[in-house]
């Protein structure tokens, strides 16, 4: 559709050959970035060849149609393919956040996303249990099997003619085909052509030998640059360099150097692994995040880090996110002009180098210390693909442990073409504290000072991108901030908004006895559109001679006369045929005849005088191809009579202030109120401009026009096939009925395809006509954004006057529609009856007027006329509901109509529904936690006034043969669902089943006179045209039916054919039918966040009401519902439209500069509710419309974005003002609604405050009396009673992983090394024991490595209380903590794992192979003469022992294959076929691929760190019976509160098993009581609950032995080391073994009341069998015994800074507390008796002396008041809030 990588429906899968490796790699590429040419050894699959109708439906493409994925299909095939190439590159492990990530590159106009995100997740391995119930009946994934290209090269993987069978190594014959092709791409390649000369390079030097012979080349490496600057003219070489190996590789010396040809996914991946494996790259993970937000993944699969550079090296304003980050952290580039001739200079530099010659080899970036901070940000207009409206990047490096700036580094992109570096703020920020309020004011002031950005038309405002610039850096001061410094109010400021993982619900009733009408069914069509093979008119077959069109156009401002045409130029390109003016039109015109209804004027096709907008066609170019086609138009020069010099009046407001006024407004209609109140109280004046959208169906407009014998064949993508039917014949000048219009479907409409589309179908005709040739006629993105009108904006002035509870006393309201250039369609009429909305109108007087401006004639857009009613009187309620201070909803309902309004039932519905009032005070607690984040929930009521149009015929033949039964109807299939809706019908009403219904084309020979199909109601008003015919059916059949009794369908319609009935009937709808005008009620209740510092926005519910009646296909409306609300979330936030004030050019026409939603924008939780139990009395068999309604109820987002920006600025300090932010709702106007300024950016530090004010009236010594009694209670309650409830429930909180606590942090990273020891043994006897011998073997170790565990992608589950994440282990050699003397250069003589594994297989599953096996170790381990490895240590264990695999003998090279495709993840692939193989490197710093999901235990803390399972499955299916579920935790945490009854349970990963270690006895560690646990691998044999780790309990191991096998995919055992606890009969085969219970034994230390490990050892040992057999002479003698490899020892002792950390947080206030209670009993105790003998001494001493000795002590009140100021710390003032 657009030709340049925005909107992903060209996508389709490229094999490439991975570099060095040549492993194809499948990946996603948009096909229309890609030139033929750069496919050179690549295979491509497009949509049709996953799946088809012949060799079965792939199940992404079933699923897809299954979940309704699907509405116009245009965009599907792209979606199905992007999908594709995720989820096979994944092996099928995808998450589903990973899922909802990978489509920023696909758009969909139809569906709202909310289907195809359900459907792709569907397949997440942590899928919601909702999703994968809905997937039943669905097929077998087909395998991919040929790519079907042959490639001449002589592929190594063709090893198909060899007769060999290689699945006992674990290949199947098609992947044998698949994963391999070895081309000898050594050489380079040349194509020339008369125009063009194409070299492609694999190495550097060729690339500089092409470069030299030649004077004007371009370097194309992914040749994605194109879709941002698009190349109108290549030069005559041009040179790919997308094999160059000497740019595809990355090397760390201690810089990072990244090869300019690695695409970005690859970058993405190494910046991945480098920021988990070396700390000295962590920031790589912060460029990871933001590079995830750079284009969409099919672009980022080709297009380079060099590519990008270099498009911002050409354009300096590019926003080029690549060029930002490398540049924050001072990265340097690498330029070649030779291959020696190198130089490594700044990025800043590059700029301005002179590149002629050069070429980018590598960038270069730097290790940073962990004093250095990194922030980057990218705010774009919407969640995923776009380029940033300011990018950002900073780097503080600290003075280590001060927060005191050493130096800075401050980049901003999207600034101006010079602006980098923020360098004045650079400077002046040396020296100072980066964490203080002055630092921040004088950064703020002086960014404020130097940020000057450039206007740019199609960008947001410079004052915008200045205000977010600075926003940006406080934002990241706010991230980096220290929590203990400042107000976690400000924290949520500091992180960009980031949408959770979608999720929708959908509720219906579905009345089963009526079905299959209002029966959920997927789309007829659906499962074609998701397999490419649903034809759209651009799909019909190419025929040899058939020529494109295109249309030349008036750029140029309007009102401007056109004289004459110079085609010189257009016809110097080759393949030009044609050029056609207005003048060759044989016949009218005009494409909008004026005799139709809703077309009153004419519209030219070709203009022919004065031009009416910027852009309107004046000529067609015909070529032979559509680029020719396209180039040449622009080639044509226009020549004008007169340039009109006037600025146009492109707007409503421009028309009301021009002296043209009165000519071009005219007033439509004006409505008087019957009734005026008279209690106002308060009187509101306002203006409210709503703009215009453009339809973005993801087919253009399109035609493609045939010649046949009787006239022409149309095939347009039109909605009104009458209007192309007669424009086509008047314009041709020929009779209409030679005219066969033919539609298919239509690629999404919306409106725009009703009257546009017989413009391009006039100018294909025509050419048709004229040239006796097919010709194709699709417009391009670009021409079809400047040719065709859009959505018609509006302009309301309003008065209204209200009583005190805001009941309208009288409204006026006059409004302004925009026409366009003409009058046609103009929609003010039907935009009055929608202002009503649900409310009373007596009082209320509209006036409407139309407007006739510079722009091209205005059409139908989605829920025309209504949105805009709807959305005014919605305005206006909100409006009035804030100047009287009342509930919005209060005031809604106070102004509602009485009689027969459902609304107040659905409004009570969905707030029930929708949990409205509990998330109200959520909301409110969210915003008072949160200052620079804000949310809103809102609630909007709608009535849609439905009217009917027509006619629309349905024809339904029978086929007596079998009873099937096909229909065509007037209307066209565009999305909506009206062919399964009308097959339904069909179905119901003959009574036979929907799969004996199909539906065929229109065609106007068939449906002659048809209405346009709109307005919601074409489905239906057909719907009732099909019932009629098939009522008249069913009455011909009657009198058969009686005759025969109780026939089958299928022998009625036999009979009835026999008997001369006639199985055919139509039926025309008229409007005069019997069925009623209708409302259609609908409400909804939207929840958004706002990030107040960037005006960046999640929608993060919705709760959509919807009265469908009784729906005729749920399924289909819910589609319906969703797409038009989403469509609508478009036109109020992201969507808007820019022209040129003084030409009238429109700016916005392309996918970079217009975005619609994405999928990340969709509403994070979309819920959509079928109103219950409805029936429609007045509609067609009791349903409703759908297809437009729900846009209308969209506007609730603008009310919630107004209420969160209210919030904002309250606190902001600004009065409680009416805000209204400019529609559409961009990032931009609601920043800009805000109104930030410099000094309400601060840090807020948190002040230490504690005064107490409270004064007591008491007397001092009985405060204290009583000061010392509660004491004493205090002493008992708390010390007995309280205490040990709250350590109870306070640890329950501790030891639950909730995020934030210490336990968790602990938990996902331990903050201090684990002990791993390995002890190798090394066999002394190998010789001998290749001869027959027992082996003797010496123990060599430890070799001893810190390991540092990890968990990473965290991810919270708040609904099911788990966490989901990966685990990253890395190790640390300690040479000095290890064996003496042991370095790891020890040479170590023991068994080969790898090849004594692999005889062991084939010798189980095809030991006839053996031989061969021997043929292929020759070839990999160089002759062999035993079995034996002869390694050094380390080698082993980390670095790797080499496989040869380049040798190309047969057999090496299968097994070769063999292990590359089912050892990949333990081998490291190396260039030139090495692998490595070793024990743990592969795993070390590198992320398990296994997404483990456990309890957080925050419901219930005896839960916590159980594992509930392992990549989305909840068992294991390795083992049989209970031995495949997850018993226990992940072994990283444990529950609280372990009594000595307690078994210990915890799952282990690594061996595929739990572990229930026991009591032993009560130890202690550091003077803290603990419990021992031992453990063992146990008795599988005879131990009941552990036979079934075996296959059958006769085929257990030995005691203490358990086979690895199914787990590890390698014969291995594992054992306790020195096979302790095991069968002793073990150790009688082996020498050299000493098993001992103290170095042996598996034990773990707990402290009991927390669950905390202290002290832990545990232990395993591997094992392998030195396999006898004949049939392999290495082997023939060998002993047959299980002989020991090595054993590992993972050990933990907690330090004394942890011991000490869980003494003081639990032990010692425990003690303390046990101490104090008794003190607290004593003391206060006693001293309360003081003070009451103190205090009533008097009254004792009047008991002892006499009453008349009268001395009484007077105390004075004020005294004691003054003295009872009680103030701890220094008194402060509480800080002011602003
Ligand atoms: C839809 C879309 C969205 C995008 N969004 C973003 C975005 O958000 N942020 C962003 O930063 N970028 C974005 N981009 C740009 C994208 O990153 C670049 O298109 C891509 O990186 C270019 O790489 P390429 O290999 O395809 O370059 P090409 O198109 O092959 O080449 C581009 C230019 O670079 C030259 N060139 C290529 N390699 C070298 C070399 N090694 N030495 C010298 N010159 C060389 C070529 O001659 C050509 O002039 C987007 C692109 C598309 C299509
Ligand atoms: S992405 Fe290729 S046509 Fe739009
Ligand atoms: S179904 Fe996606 S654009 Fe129509």
Redesign the pocket.
Known sequence: MCH???CGACIVAARIPAPFTNELKTVAV?SC?VSVLSCHGWEILTVEGIGNRIKGYHEIQSRLAKFNGTQCGFCTPGWVMNMYCIYTSSAKKLTAAEVENSFA?NMCRCTGYRPIADAFKSFAVDADIKLTDKVIDIEDLHTFKTCGVECKKKCVHKINDIETDLSIIGISNETKEEDWCLLNNEESLTISSANFKWFKAYHLSDVFKAINNCSDY???????????YHVVDYPFTIID??SVAE?KKFTVDVNLIIG??M??TEMMEVFLKMSTENKDFFYLKQFFDHVD????IP??N?????????????NNI??????LLFETVGGMIT?ASGVNTVKRISLTQFLKSD?RG????NVMLPPLSTCNLVRTY?I?PRSQ????IVNAGFLFKLKCNTDVIQNASIVFGNISSKFIHAQETEKIIVGKPLFSEETLEMCLKSLSHEIIPEEEPTEPSAAYRKMLAVSLFYKAILSLCPDSRFNQRYRSGGEAIKRHISQGTQVYDTDKSVWPLNKPVPKIEALVQCSGEAIFANDLTTDMNEVFGTFVTADVTPGSIVKDFDISGAFKEPGVIAFYSAKDIPGDNTFTPANMSLLEFDEEILCSKEVKYNGQPVGIIVANREKVANKAAKLVKVKYELVNKNVPLLTIKDVLSSPEKDKRITQDTVVEPTEVGNDVKFVIRGELELNSQYHYHMETQTCVVKPTEDGIDVYSSTQWPNLVNIAVAHCLNIPVNSVNVIIRRVGGAYGGKISRAGLVACAAAMVTHLQGKMCRFVLSIEDNMKIIGKRASTLCNFEVGVNADGKIQYLKNKYYQDNGCSKNETITGMTLSHFPNCYDTKRWRIEAYNVLTDLPSTTWCRAPASAEGIATTEYIMERIAYVVGKDPLQVRLSNMTLEDNPIPELIEQIKKDSKYDERVTEVNRFNTDNRWRKRAIKLIPMTYELFYIGPYNSVVSIYYADGTVALTHGAVEMGQGINTKTAQVCAYTLGIPLEKVSVKPNTSFTSPNSYATGASVGSECVAFATMKACEQLLERLEPVKKKMGNPTWEELVFEAHNSGVNLQASYMYKTSEPVKPYDIYGVVVLEVEVDILTGNHDIKRVDLLEDTGRSLSPEVDIGQIEGAFVMGLGYWTSEKLIYDRKTGKILTDR??TYKPPGIKDLPADFRVYFRRNSVNKFGVLQSKATGEPAFCLAVVLTHAFREAIRSARLEAGYEDQWVDIEYPCTVENIFSAVGHKLEHFKLHFILQISVSHCKMYFPKHLKIAAGFTGAAIFGIVFGWAMFPAILKSQLKKEMALSKKTDVRQMWEKIPFPLDFKVYLFNYTNAEEVHKGAIPIVKEIGPYHFEEWKEKVEVEDQEDTDTINYKKVDTFYFKPELSGPGLTGEEMIVMPHMFMMGMIAIVHREKPAMLSMLGKAFNGIFDNPTDTFLRVKALDLLFRGVIINCARTEFAPKAVCTALKKEAAERLIFEPNNQYRFSLFGMRNATVDKHVVTVKRGITNVMEVGRVVAIDGKTEQDKWTGTCNEYQGTDGTVFPPFLTEADRLESFSGDLCRSFKPWYQKKTSYRGIKTNRYIANVGDLANDPELQCYCEAPDKCPPKGLMEMSKCMGVPMYVSLPHYYDSDPELLKNVKGLNPDVNEHEIVIDFEPITGTPMVAKQRVMFSMQLLKTEKMELCKDLPDTIAPLFWIEEGLSLNKTFVNMLKHQLFIPKRIVGVVRWLLVAVGGLGALACLVFHFKDHIMRFAVSSDSGSVTKVNPEEIEQKEVSVIGQIQHPAKID
């Open positions: 340049e990588g925005g948009n970035l590159g371009k370097l194309i490496a992914g040749n994605t640059g194109q879709g941002v360099i997308s740019l300019a040809g695409s970005l937000l750079v284009a969409h672009v980022r080709i297009g380079t880090i060099g590519g990008n550079l270099y498009l911002k090296y050409l590019f926003p080029s996110d690549l060029f330029i590149m050069m070429v980018i080899l990218k774009m693909n776009a380029h940033a996918t970079w």
